[in-house]
């Protein structure tokens, strides 16, 4: 167990004790064991989950149980270590909640070799501190990586905190010196026309969903 103090800051150290799998239980419950030290076996702790602070609003912890499916049927992309609150605890960060993760170094929505990734929703984390200059994909659906962190803490993951993709790009066609974009968007598909050279292009049709 890992005794926290009501509304403690997320540390390095309460993310470890996270991805240990070891229980974080509020200090009142240390308090009670004292107090009934005659008892032959230790009160339970279930009652005294602890509610933590994160990035200036409050998570309340999960249990190990909760929290090791609450990620499952994801996969998501990393940047580099460096460019997260937590570093390299990030990728144990959501191993540790049933998550799949890949590099964005790796990632090649081309390749064969992603295993059973077509089952997996694929997710963009973008670091909490470069947000304006991350490089976004926007066949991709994003998150940022505060509420993926919060929700590993919590073992819950908001569907709102998830950022839909503005288009996805389905292909190209080349024809001689022409090319046949096909893009779908939220609500409807949109394909293009565009010459080659000079680049520039031509909507050619819109059809509604």
Not at 40 to 66: H, K, Q, W
Request: proline fraction near 5%.
């Amino acid at each position: 167990h890992v005794i926290v103090d009501p509304f403690m800051p997320v540390t390095e150290e309460i993310v470890d004790a996270v991805v240990a799998n070891k229980p974080l239980v509020l200090s009142t419950w240390l308090e009670f064991v004292a107090a009934n030290r005659i008892c032959n076996e230790i009160p339970s702790c279930t009652s005294y989950v602890p509610t933590l602070t994160f990035d200036g609003a409050s998570v309340t912890v999960a249990d190990t149980r909760t929290r090791e499916n609450c990620l499952r049927g994801y996969m998501f992309l990393l940047d580099s270590a460096n460019m997260y609150k937590f570093g390299d605890r990030m990728r144990s960060l959501l191993e540790v909640a049933g998550a799949k993760v890949l590099s964005v170094e790796d990632f090649d929505s081309n390749s064969q070799d992603l295993g059973n990734a077509e089952n997996d929703r694929l997710v963009l984390v973008i670091p909490a501190a470069s947000a304006n200059q991350f490089r976004l994909r926007d066949s991709l659906s994003k998150i940022n990586e505060v509420n993926l962190i919060s929700a590993v803490i919590s073992g819950y993951l908001d569907p709102s905190s998830l950022i839909s993709p503005s288009g996805m790009f389905f292909g190209s066609v080349y024809l001689d010196s022409i090319i046949t974009q096909i893009i779908c968007f939220e609500n409807y598909i949109e394909v293009r026309i565009c010459s080659f050279p000079p680049p520039s292009h031509v909507e050619l049709w819109m059809k509604h969903l």
